[in-house]
């Protein structure tokens, strides 16, 4: 059974910075793609980074994170993360990691229904 499971949520203010975690068991994903969505309060969730391993391919949501967000992972560890830096309050929501064994690239790593498995979110507060 996989599980995925997300840590390093929290509350920071403005400016500052937090490291989610996700942590994959009973499947190895080295070979494909782990990836962050966030859904804040009344909206739809949103992709915001994914990390092809396959294919290769780093991709952001470019409107809301590049240049501030860092997605890495360590396939020994079979984990993703997320180095979010210059945190705003608009960053505020639950952040999900997902995880698929396919391999993906730009546009194609967006979709929600890429995603085979989900983990059970990280709350993600920023104030102001």
């Known amino acids: 059974q996989v599980q995925l499971v997300e840590s390093g949520g929290g509350l920071v203010q403005t400016g500052g910075s937090l490291r989610l975690s996700c942590a994959a068991s009973?499947?190895?994903?080295?070979?494909?793609?782990m990836g962050w969505f966030r859904q804040a309060p009344g909206k739809e969730r949103e992709f915001v980074a994914a990390y092809s391993w396959g294919a290769g391919s780093i991709t952001y949501n470019t409107d809301s994170v590049k240049g501030r967000f860092t997605i890495s992972r360590d396939n020994a560890k079979n984990t993703v993360y997320l180095q979010m830096n210059s945190l705003k309050p608009e960053d505020t929501a639950v952040y999900f990691c997902?995880?698929?064994?396919?391999?993906?690239?730009?546009?194609?790593?967006?979709?929600?229904?890429?995603?085979?498995?989900w983990g059970q979110g990280t709350q993600v507060t920023v104030s102001s």
């Open positions: 997902a995880a698929t064994t396919n391999y993906c690239s730009g546009n194609g790593c967006q979709r929600q229904s890429f995603y085979d498995y």
């Open positions: 009973g499947r190895t994903f080295s070979s494909s793609t």
